[in-house]
């Protein structure tokens, strides 16, 4: 007679994938609103489940075991499915239309996380979404032509009475793989930058952050599209400043180029009172790059 599968506990795995993202477990603790020995007790219980440790420690933060990254990686995707299950049968029946607009960098996270999962548990919802820049979001806000955008902060710009911070993530230097980056920092011979056509936030921040290191720079190529300027880095032609969000795996950190800080990023909300369905959405995203901003600044 087969033996039986376990069924793993939904909430032990839960309180796992939590505990690793955050690097604690008193920080999971604390965001699942459990106490810590409830949240402990949910761990020991999965380990006897997968009948081997799930956690090890390094340093300060908590690690998963090589059998954890493999327990990890499955239950992301039973949660995934879990929570999508209960939002398509516990869901509202909710109607209407919601026009989101986004950078770039977001789109090949922020489209298939939250939107593709958001339209299958609301169907009767038309979602359109629109990629472009920060001045054409923040002048969609102001006129109410989107109902939501998810935006570069600027340190200097205030945020709208309904919109919020969502958190800061590090700037990157980023370089096509077998750039000479050595021989531009030795030479002297100005480093070819790929950028955003002007005003762009990071392309300020890349000029300044040379300029107060002393390195000569040129502008090599402009782009309206992150894509572009991605193509233009495949072919060699230089490097950009960028963040995490949406970089190629092709694509290299350039860890030698001087630190040029970080960017807030920030949730606009129309002037327009949110229906039900901008509430749902609206929730859905600050849980993401709550998540998400966390784990890129671990």
Excluded at 153 to 175: C, E, H, I, K, N
Excluded at 187 to 200: D, I, K, R
Excluded at 233 to 260: C, H, N, W, Y
Aim: glycine share 8%; net charge negative.
């Amino acid at each position: 007679m087969a033996k039986r599968p376990v069924t793993f506990d939904a909430e032990a795995l839960r309180s796992f994938v939590t505990g690793i993202e955050l690097g604690s477990f008193v920080l999971a603790a604390d965001r699942l609103g459990r106490s810590t020995s409830a949240v402990s007790a949910q761990l020991k219980k999965l380990e006897q489940q997968a009948g081997t440790e799930l956690v090890q420690k390094s340093g300060r933060h908590l690690m998963p075991t090589e059998r954890g990254e493999v327990m990890l990686s499955f239950a992301r995707r039973i949660l995934s499915l879990n929570d999508e299950a209960s939002a398509a049968l516990l869901a509202s029946t909710l109607c209407g239309s919601l026009n989101v607009g986004m950078q770039e960098d977001f789109g090949e996270t922020l489209l298939p996380a939250i939107l593709g999962t958001f339209t299958r548990a609301h169907p009767q919802v038309q979602v359109s979404a629109s990629i472009t820049r920060n001045r054409q979001l923040l002048d969609g806000i102001r006129h109410n032509e989107f109902d939501l955008a998810v935006c570069w902060q600027a340190d200097d710009a205030p945020l709208f009475p309904s919109s919020q911070s969502l958190g800061r993530v590090p700037l990157r230097w980023v370089g096509p793989q077998n750039f000479p980056l050595s021989h531009y920092l030795a030479s002297n011979e100005p480093l070819p930058l790929l950028v955003f056509e002007a005003p762009c936030l990071m392309r300020s921040a890349a000029t300044a952050a040379l300029d107060r290191a002393g390195i000569s720079w040129r502008i090599a190529f402009t782009s309206r599209s992150l894509s572009g300027i991605w193509a233009a880095m495949s072919a060699g032609l230089g490097v950009t400043l960028r963040t995490d969000f949406g970089k190629p795996e092709s694509l290299q950190i350039l860890e030698e180029l001087p630190a040029a800080g970080d960017i807030g990023v920030s949730l606009h909300q129309s002037e327009t009172p949110p229906g039900e369905a901008a509430t749902h959405l609206k929730e859905a995203i600050i849980d993401f790059f709550t998540a998400t901003i966390l784990t890129v600044n671990k």
